[in-house]
């Protein structure tokens, strides 16, 4: 039993490292294909990045970590959030807005814009939660219709909200007073720029995530209704509720995506704002399979590949898009692998099943072994 | 609960019994359509509405919509869902493109659909050979699909004259059908603005000036979708995967083979959208030259009830509301909320004729909210034009999805020997 035990903890650890062998496979055939200098690459990529490097993958990783959460809410009752891109953006503006007025002083200015920011997020993943629940309209299709509303009604918010700088075509809102930027750190004396304080928040959020869905009724029911809905139903669980409660909460955590940039970096929200934001959250929160130290290493695996390739133009003249292959790659071999090593254990579980019984009644044997 | 009462509504309301589709009634509704169309244009006095040009554009927008939403079909009716005909379309821009300009259009057009069906190959090994979750796989191929094609269009169009690192040198035309005999009197009874025979005049004017040899393809597909899918053995047991395939199976049927022919078919679907964007709608490649059509084709497709005919006319719903923000801007998008205003109140009177209180007060603010935004404003800002199909989609799942019903055994994975 403990052998076949270990085994099963063998290929778990295994399959991400095989998907991750696989992907980077694929990424050099591509390379060789194109002639491009498939060691070259590689030693740029897997180089040990530098003091400024290391922030700036801790930086990404914060963003995509909060947006990969978002999407892992959903997952776990099989709801596809792929609306985590129009939330967040639509949450940064008003956030940005708020703070930008100024209403409260410091950081008070700064606690409502956040509380904003969640409020206007679940707002907008509300409406897909409550077409799913009173219309039965799929969350899929609403929630992409709503990243392209987002699109437009940010751009139209924009236009009316920006003010002018001088000699400059970008569109911005008013910039947040410094009393209310939060403040980051940095990585030893001599490191160029500051991670974003915001990191707090996200792994705040990666805590309570982990510990609302293990260790709480809501958080149980929430997964029995992903793992099954006919048998949530015949336990009692309201699943209309359910499914617009976790939406609200998705969406909340997807208003705080854009934060670490808006009140780290930007400092106001302006047309060239990061968007697409949301789709690589889906990307890792898969990568991540929803538990919140898995996503957390997705996101700096994903931050460390954008962050490493980005020199490549300039060093090898080969285009940085190489890693969104990878990244891709990743992604299917990572879901292909642990779908293997789940066959695989079924497999292990039914012969030792099919032996046990075997031991009592040595009668039919081969029956149970087939799969 | 009579269907007389509510003809008011022209061939857009459906009634409460049911009534099969048949020529007759498909032929009532598109007048009804014409009919209303024709009203609209003489009540707010906005010609772009139902102009030959706009028709025409409508088609060219309508076009890849529908070609996705047919790889869409293809493979949700074998019950894989794809959410990377995106993911498809892109490769399939880039394999136009690549072939277009290096070795011809008509190779072009075959290199778009190559591309697009190593995408559909792609989610099939994946959905159907792994099991892997249908939208977890389709996200992939889109991440993939748009990585492969930024990087090798980096690799082969820079440094190429007229193109860049973004985009390929211009793509010779495919040939286009213009039909002058009848195209030149349809213009002058179209110029004529009289009601209804001029828009009528300028559909059939839009059909035979300028017409791509593409588009006919394109049309010619869905009459060829139709023909395979329901009228041939293959296609009752392609659709037989998609509602049962344990039945399949123990029919005999091949259920692995009979699904990975559809993703693949419908990856190549997929890529012929994308190569009509790069060859028909434009004449050139460039990056992120689908904006999202993938998955306006799924939706156009989900509008249609997981049929071809409802599909075109989804399709061309977005074709249109779409053109209509290119041409007019705000104010022909404006003359529009009128439209949606009224049919918003139509579907409140009939929701509380039914009994439907909610859905009937929401339908009914939503309409007089409309109402009130058309006759209190001039235009609707350039930025919120952007938006109309998206809420076009929105509304009409919100008022439909109800009725809709997708293959039975859409989505779910499922492994040889099930059947038992």
């Known amino acids: 039993m403990s052998d076949a035990r270990l085994k099963r903890v063998a290929l778990a650890i295994g399959a991400p490292a095989l998907a991750l062998i696989i992907a980077f496979a694929i990424t050099s055939l591509v390379l060789i294909l194109a002639g491009d200098s498939v060691i070259g690459v590689w030693q740029q990529i897997l180089s040990v990045p530098d003091v400024r490097g290391v922030t700036n993958i801790l930086n990404a990783a914060t963003v995509y970590y909060l947006s990969a959460v978002a999407v892992a809410i959903g997952f776990r009752m099989s709801l596809f959030n792929i609306g985590v891109d129009g939330q967040y953006r639509i949450a940064s503006f008003v956030a940005a807005i708020v703070a930008g007025e100024a209403w409260l002083p410091g950081y008070l200015n700064t606690l409502l814009a956040l509380v904003a920011a969640v409020l206007v997020g679940a707002l907008w993943a509300g409406i897909a939660g409550l077409l799913r629940v009173t219309r039965g309209v799929s969350e899929v299709i609403s929630t992409i219709m709503l990243n392209a509303i987002a699109t437009a009604v940010v751009a139209y918010l924009l236009r009316k909200a920006a003010v002018d700088a001088e000699g400059s075509n970008i569109t911005a809102t008013k910039d947040i007073p410094e009393g209310s930027w939060i403040p980051g750190f940095s990585l030893g004396s001599d490191a160029p720029n500051d991670v974003y304080g915001v990191i707090v928040v996200a792994v705040v959020v990666g805590f309570v995530y982990w510990l609302v869905i293990n260790r709480t009724r809501f958080g149980f029911d929430l997964r029995a209704t992903g793992a099954s809905e006919s048998a949530a139903i015949a336990s009692g669980i309201d699943v209309k509720r359910m499914v617009l409660v976790s939406m609200l909460l998705s969406g909340a955590v997807a208003g705080l995506v854009g934060m670490p940039i808006l009140f780290g970096d930007a400092h106001n929200y302006g047309s060239t704002f990061q968007s697409g934001l949301g789709f690589a959250g889906i990307a890792i929160a898969l990568l991540g399979r929803n538990h919140p130290v898995g996503i957390a290493l997705g996101a700096l695996l994903f931050a460390f590949l954008d962050e490493q390739a980005n020199p490549l133009q300039i060093l090898l003249d080969v285009s940085p898009d190489i890693v969104k292959i990878t990244q891709g790659v990743i992604v299917l071999t990572v879901v292909i692998a642990y779908e293997v090593v789940r066959r695989y254990g079924v497999r292990l579980e039914q012969r030792l099943v099919a032996s046990a019984l075997a031991d009592d009644d040595t009668d039919d044997k081969g029956a149970e072994v087939k799969v | ?420």
């Open chain 2, 1 to 420: 609960m009579s269907v007389v009462t509510n003809s008011a509504g022209g061939g857009t309301e459906a009634p409460a019994k049911k009534r099969r589709i048949t020529l007759p009634v498909v032929l009532l509704a598109i007048a009804g359509v014409f009919v209303l169309l024709s009203a609209l244009r003489i009540i707010t006095g906005v010609d772009e509405l139902s102009s030959s040009g706009t028709l025409r554009a409508t088609l060219v927008a309508a076009v890849p919509i529908g070609l996705a939403g047919l790889g869409g079909l293809w493979s949700e009716r074998a019950g894989v869902v794809n959410i990377g005909l995106e993911g498809m379309m892109i490769l399939g821009t880039f394999g136009a493109g690549y072939f277009g300009y290096f070795y011809g259009p008509w190779q072009g057009v075959l290199g778009a659909i190559l591309l697009g069906a190593i995408g559909g190959l792609l989610h099939a090994v994946a959905t159907v050979l792994f099991g892997v979750d249908h939208i977890v796989s389709g996200v992939a191929v889109n991440i993939i699909g748009l990585g492969a094609v930024q990087f090798l269009a980096a690799l082969t169009f820079s440094g190429v004259p007229g193109g860049g690192a973004t985009q390929s040198p211009g793509i010779d035309d495919l040939p286009a059908i213009t039909i002058a005999a009848i195209s030149d009197p349809l213009g002058d009874l179209e110029g004529k603005n009289w009601f209804v025979v001029s828009d009528v005049a300028a559909l059939l004017r839009a059909l035979v000036t300028d017409l791509s040899v593409l588009t006919l393809i394109a049309l010619s597909l869905f009459v060829f979708t139709y023909w395979v899918l329901w009228r041939t053995s293959f296609g009752l047991r392609l659709r037989s995967c998609g509602e049962s395939p344990a039945a399949a199976e123990s029919l005999g049927i091949n259920v692995i083979r009979y699904k990975l022919i559809a993703v693949i078919a419908s990856g190549a679907f997929a890529g012929l959208a994308g190569g009509f964007l790069a060859m028909v709608a434009s004449s050139s490649f460039r990056d992120g030259q689908t904006g999202g059509r993938g998955y306006i084709g799924l939706a156009a497709m989900i509008f249609g009830n997981w049929r071809p005919g409802g599909l075109l006319a989804g399709a061309g719903l977005f074709g249109y509301t779409d053109t209509l923000r290119l041409r007019g801007g705000g104010e022909t998008i404006h003359g529009l909320l009128l439209l949606v205003a009224v049919l918003l109140v139509l579907v409140a009177i009939w929701q509380l004729r039914r009994g439907h209180r909610i859905a009937a007060t929401v339908s009914g603010v939503l309409g007089v909210l409309i109402g009130v935004w058309f006759f209190l404003s001039e235009s609707v800002p350039d930025d919120l034009t952007g938006m109309t199909p998206y809420v076009t989609t929105l509304l009409v799942l919100a008022l439909a999805s109800q009725r809709l019903r997708m293959p039975a055994a859409d989505g779910k994975p499922y492994r040889k020997g099930s059947a038992g």
